[in-house]
């Protein structure tokens, strides 16, 4: 089981290499980003966007283009760029698809193109792969950026993607947690109604190869110790075990990510599921290792849906 990014690097090393699709790619963190990717096996770049500009960022950061062989699409114009490099992906020609320097409205709409993009006809889902120091595992935030109000259907489709990344990722039969502010039923409370509905269905087999536990609180996920002094916690199916969480809304979601990622050391991967291949939404605040983490699981997500899984 995968407990770190290194063991999810390790994992890259295994697989055939992936070819990464980036539009608009004169941006100077994310060239560093693929650059390091491509020295450490993890993807084969295509670069599309404004070429002389993407020249002039490789010179830069000393990455010689040339002589690493890599395939350079000139498109100056940024909208044009996007739909240039989700077709790459849309006809096999990549496996995986990364923003650049364009906004992530235009690149979503890129994502959602009829003709060449990578739209399924399902709901899309933001997924994060969080390594806490403290955390002796790997966990997985969900949706914490994409979907604001996810009704209880959409929480089923969330929870069938996360354990997708979770698989790829090599955590398997991973346990998720619907997150409430309690760990009991209450009517007036919908979240809790609804993360029970979500138990249910589990125990029917209607949601596979995962274990749900809801409605759980926050500590209860995640920490054994508090888990420990609960009364009636030592039943539950997660005991501060979880590994997934899943939220009730973007505002939990969001929240808790940025709690995490300015109060403690972490690494993190960002990906967008729901698409015919994994599409990397990452922020231009984020670091190179994240960018790079993000190529990382994108990879073996790329290949773990080409194994049909």
């Not at 560093?32 to 966007?49: D, H, N, S, T, Y």
């Not at 690149?107 to 994060?128: A, D, I, P, Q, Y």
Request: hydrophobic share 45%; with cysteine.
């Amino acid at each position: 089981m995968s407990a770190s990014f290194e063991d999810i690097l390790a994992q890259v090393k295994e697989i055939p290499t992936k070819k990464l699709s980036v539009a608009a790619a004169q941006d100077l963190p994310v060239m560093e980003a693929v650059f390091e990717a491509k020295k450490r096996g993890i993807a084969e770049p295509i670069l599309v966007g404004d070429e002389p500009k993407i020249r002039e960022i490789a010179g830069q950061i000393g990455w010689d283009l040339d002589k690493d062989g890599i395939r350079i699409i000139h498109e100056p114009d940024v909208d044009q760029a996007a739909l240039t490099a989700v077709k790459l992906v849309h006809d096999k020609e990549a496996d995986m698809y990364m923003k650049g320097a364009l906004e992530s409205k235009t690149f979503l709409r890129s994502v959602l193109n009829k003709e060449v993009g990578l739209r399924t006809g399902k709901m899309l889902s933001h997924v994060c792969v969080f390594e806490i120091q403290g955390i002796k595992r790997l966990l997985f935030l969900t949706d914490v950026a994409f979907c604001p109000y996810p009704t209880l259907e959409d929480k089923e489709q969330i929870i069938n993607y996360v354990v997708k990344v979770c698989n790829a990722c090599g955590v398997y039969n991973p346990k998720v947690a619907p997150l409430a502010a309690v760990e009991v039923v209450n009517p007036k409370m919908p979240v809790t109604v609804e993360a029970a509905e979500l138990t249910k269905w589990n125990e029917e087999g209607r949601i596979k190869d995962c274990i749900v536990d809801g409605p759980l609180s926050m500590d209860l996920a995640i920490d054994p110790e508090a888990a420990k002094h609960k009364a009636g916690a030592e039943n539950r199916k997660i005991v501060g075990d979880a590994d997934v969480l899943l939220f009730p809304d973007i505002h939990a979601g969001n929240l808790v990510y940025k709690t995490i990622v300015h109060t403690v050391p972490f690494k993190n991967a960002c990906i967008l599921m729901g698409t015919k291949a994994p599409a990397i939404l990452t922020s231009r605040s984020d670091s190179k290792e994240t960018k790079v983490n993000s190529i990382a699981v994108a990879a073996v997500v790329a290949h773990h849906l080409g194994e049909g899984f």
